[in-house]
Structures are given as C-alpha cells and as structure tokens.
C-alpha cells in the first residue's frame, strides 16, 4: 500500500470523526466483511455507520455488527441524515460509483473526504485517496493489510471474523487462481484470532432452504451449452424464482455449477428481474478465458477476469439470443 496515501489517512482519522463505511449494490460476503471490519476496528475511536444502498442476503446475518447496518432503501431519512454530517467515507469492493446504485449522488455531492479501498480492475477517478490493488485476492485481504498498518493490536475475533469470511467467500475457499500463498498465510493469521473455520464454512455454505434447493435444481435442470462450444448458461425466469419462493441472494453460486463440467471454461446465469425490467447476468471462467472483458464489450458490466457481472435491457428470450451471438464472436476472437 500507498505509504504516503496511508500517512495522510492517518492524518485525518487522528482525531474523531463521523464515518461512513459503504459496500456496493446488493453487497456479497467480501463487501460487507470488509466494511464490519472497519466497523469494528472504528467504534471506539470514532462515530461510524454502515450504509448499505439496498437489502442483502439474510445469510450474512451471522457476521459480528451486522445488526449495525443501515439499508438506504428502507432507511432514507436516517441515511441522508449521516451523509449530511459524514467527514469522511470509506467506499469498498468497489471502484465505479454506479455500484454503489442509489447512494451513488450521495458520495459525489458529498464534501466528505472520499477513500477507496478496492480489488477490482479499472477504477474510476471518484475519491481522494483511492487504494487499488486488482493482484489482490478480495478487499477483506486489503482490508487486513490496511488495519495491520494502522494498528494490528486491535484485530479481535470480530474483525478477524468478518474478513475471514470475506476472503472465504471471494477465493472460493481459498481455491481461485486470484489466492496466493501471502493469502493463505492471512488467513492463518485470522485463525489465530480465533476464527472458527467450520462455523463459517457452514453458514456460508450450507445454509440452504427447501426452496432454494428446489431452485438449484431448476437452475441445474435448464442449463444449455452453446453448441459444441467450451460454454454453459442457464436462465432462471420469474416464473421459476416465483415458484421457489426466490430470495436475495437465493442463486449465489449457481453459476459455478456450469464450471463443473469437463472442459467448459465459461459458465453463464441469467436472471429476469421483472421489476427491474432488466435481465441480471453473472458470468465465471478459468483458465485464461477474461470474463470482464466480454461483459464489459457486450452487457454493460464488468469485474475480475474469472467472476464478472453484467445487464441486459432486453427479454429473457432476446438476451439469450443475443448472448449465444455475442459469445460465438468473442471464441472466435478468443481461438484466433
């Protein structure tokens, strides 16, 4: 990390202040790990707030303070209330302020000093201190190496927890290619805070319920492959998420099941979010097949290189279609 970016942090949070701490839209495991972290590392010393622009999956529940969290959607009065006296805002896992959805016009008109801490790639220019680092495993990792700067003895269970799980949650277990051996040894670190590796594991992962079992069946069941291409999608309608009871954070890590197969090297899931008019699309990959690249060129999106986001305006149907067009062009420049 930046020393005199890390210096001039210090400088301003030497004295008490009001902090924000924001994830992005729908935050996962390594967005809210990391911002409970900060929370905690925080509470003493400061008066800090969590924001989050919309509700998250009920199975983060179980990360330490996250009772303390704020959801902007449902608590507008209360948030713009904190943004109105912020003096400082942490953004994290993110690194394009239209992640951030409907907090997004807060941080800009807001005359907060602005700090990112962020593994993705490209950042836009939004913040006073930005702390990029794409080579990094998840924020949480960055998160630890922030904190261990600033003062390593206050890494309790708390804050080992929450970025432990973060870490967990972005490296699939510690078993994408984006782990290296600096992150296995954080982890190990985190463990000897107490970390209860089982516990996490568990409410992380097997934490399903009849409906969502239901539902990845479904998912399973309508998986296609795109001719005798290295690629597998699945769509789940509003019509399947209606008859699973779908909720928040019901389908995540669907998409993964598609890189099971042998010899597959993409694996796609579209969602139709009726309500949203849009079509919400997630993309994985391995090997050297760039995932951002293509969502980025063709649906609005972006991320890692193996773990990408996008979204269609168009129907179910005509993205599909769309997709299957778009992806033949990009193999093709792919194998060229």
Do not use: W
């Not at 924000?20 to 003493?44: E, Q, T, V």
């Not at 630890?144 to 804050?159: A, P, R, V």
């Not at 209606?242 to 099941?257: A, L």
């Amino acid at each position: 990390m930046d020393k005199k970016i890390i210096e001039n942090i210090k400088s301003i949070i030497s004295s008490n202040k009001k902090i924000i701490l924001i994830p992005h839209s729908s935050p996962d495991a390594d967005a809210l790990g990391s911002c409970l972290a900060l929370f905690h590392f925080f509470k003493n010393d400061h008066s800090v707030s969590i924001i989050s622009p919309n509700k998250y999956t009920d199975i983060l529940n179980f990360l330490p303070g996250s009772e303390n969290i704020t959801v902007y959607e449902s608590e507008k009065e209360k948030s713009d209330d904190l943004f109105d006296n912020a003096e400082i805002i942490f953004t994290l896992d993110f690194n394009s302020l239209g992640r951030a959805k409907n907090v997004s016009h807060r941080i800009s008109k807001s005359s907060a000093n602005v700090i990112m801490i962020d593994h993705h790639e490209n950042p836009d220019d939004y913040a006073d201190f930005m702390i990029s680092n794409p080579k990094m495993s998840s924020t949480s990792e960055m998160i630890y190496d922030f904190i261990s700067i600033l003062n390593s003895d206050k890494i309790d269970y708390d804050i080992a927890t929450c970025l432990y799980a973060g870490i967990v949650a972005d490296t699939g277990s510690f078993r994408f290619p984006s782990t290296t051996s600096k992150t296995l040894l954080v982890g190990s670190k985190l463990v000897d805070h107490g970390v209860d590796v089982t516990y996490i594991f568990e409410k992380l992962h097997n934490n399903f319920q009849f409906n969502r079992l239901k539902l990845l069946g479904t998912t399973i069941n309508n998986f296609k492959r795109v001719d005798d291409l290295p690629v597998l999608y699945t769509l789940l309608s509003d019509e399947d998420q209606k008859s699973s009871n779908f909720k928040k954070g019901d389908s995540e890590g669907f998409v993964n099941f598609g890189l099971s197969v042998e010899g597959i090297i993409c694996s796609v899931l579209f969602i139709e979010k009726k309500e949203d008019e849009l079509i919400k699309i997630s993309f994985r990959s391995k090997g050297d097949f760039k995932v951002n690249i293509f969502a980025t060129r063709y649906f609005n999106g972006g991320g890692h290189i193996h773990a990408a986001g996008g979204i269609s305006k168009l129907s179910l149907i005509d993205t599909e279609k769309k997709f299957i067009c778009d992806i033949k062009q990009y193999l093709k420049e792919y194998y060229d």
